[in-house]
T-cell receptor, first 112, second 109 residues
């Protein structure tokens, strides 16, 4: 089944403790992206990747890192999480940047 | 910069009534996409419109792209309780992709 797999689905952590949210797609998509969704603010892009080893900042990249060492994986790294990063995070992939996205199931992160 | 405004923010309807959400862009769009997100779920791609004046239908859903390619609409005929959720548009303009804020639809049986 074609899908984007995110892990974990839920995570509660403490301020400053490094964490990684994994994202993997099995569709051979070149384009992958991370979004955060907050009430009243919609979906805001954090980082995106056009292909392996090619990443770029989205609209809200501060406090996040990404890597794209393999085509299928695009992990999101929070080196020192803060409470304002409490949010619902979605990974998405598509054949091309302008193509329709396939979203992962989401990761609900709480930073206390 | 590019802005994609989506209205209304909320819409409450009785089952069987029609529903429309609108997206308006400050710049000309090369394409627009529509997504649906069920409560507690993730956004799911519905459709992409590319041509000026394009109209596409999916069962009770009708999608339109404006002649000037600056606005789009999603119309649902005779809503059902299964239509509840948030509907998002996503516009592409000069390489920049922007989601609208979404319209939250509730349907009362």
């Amino acid at each position: 089944e074609a899908q984007v797999t995110q892990n974990p689905r839920y995570l509660i952590t403490v301020t400053g403790k490094k964490l990684t949210v994994t994202c993997s797609q099995n569709m051979n998509h070149e384009y992958m992206s991370w979004y955060r969704q907050d009430p009243g603010l919609g979906l805001r892009q954090i980082y995106y990747s056009m292909n392996v080893e090619v990443t770029d900042k989205g609209d809200v990249p501060e406090g996040y890192k990404v890597s794209r060492k393999e085509k299928r994986n695009f992990p999101l790294i929070l080196e020192s999480p803060s409470p304002n990063q409490t949010s619902l995070y979605f990974c998405a992939s598509s054949l091309s940047r302008a193509g329709g996205y396939t979203f992962g199931s989401g990761t609900r992160l709480t930073v206390v | 910069g590019q802005q994609v405004m989506q209205i209304p923010q909320y819409q409450h309807v009785q089952e069987g009534e029609d529903f429309t959400t609108y997206c308006n862009s400050s710049t000309t769009l090369s394409n627009i996409q529509w997504y649906k997100q069920r409560p507690g779920g993730h956004p799911v791609f519905l459709i992409q419109l590319v041509k000026s004046g394009e109209v596409k239908k999916q069962k009770r859903l009708t999608f339109q792209f404006g002649e000037a390619k600056k606005n789009s609409s999603l119309h649902i005929t005779a809503t059902q309780t299964t239509d509840v959720g948030t509907y998002f548009c996503r516009g592409t303009s000069y390489g920049k992709l922007t989601f609208g804020q979404g319209t939250i639809l509730t349907v009362h049986p």
